[in-house]
């Protein structure tokens, strides 16, 4: 069973917004630290942004100001609101999950859905 799974991409245009979303399990929505990453064509996959149970958040430089990354507790789920899209942020964006430091380190993958913004 997949613990992560991820929904909501799709194809936009730019200027757009979409909003993703990761469902995940009680015990790792309680205890991890979530984040959302992107794979481009022919890129290395990067973080674009992280929160944590205290939903302390982190967002990389280029989704600054356009990107939002949130939880909801009763439904076990983490979200990230994109605002503004730009043929930039075309990509395969995955959820993850890290471990806390009471356990040993590891870390859960989604599957990922595509964005993709038409200019």
């Known amino acids: 069973q997949v613990p992560l799974v991820e929904s909501g991409g799709g194809l936009v245009q730019s200027g757009g917004s979409l909003r993703l979303s990761c469902q995940t399990e009680?015990?790792?929505?309680?205890?991890?630290?979530m984040g959302w990453y992107r794979q481009a064509p022919g890129k290395q996959r990067e973080l674009v942004a992280t929160?944590?149970?205290?939903?302390?958040?982190h967002y990389a430089d280029p989704v600054k100001g356009r990107f939002t990354i949130s939880r909801d507790k009763a439904k076990t789920a983490v979200y990230l609101q994109m605002n503004n899209l730009n043929s930039e942020d075309t990509a395969v964006y995955y959820c993850?999950?890290?471990?806390?430091?009471?356990?040993?380190?590891?870390?859960?993958w989604g599957q990922g859905t595509q964005v993709t913004v038409s200019s």
């Open positions: 009680g015990y790792i929505f309680s205890l991890y630290t």
């Open positions: 929160i944590t149970t205290d939903d302390f958040t």
């Open positions: 993850k999950a890290d471990s806390p430091d009471l356990l040993p380190a590891h870390e859960y």
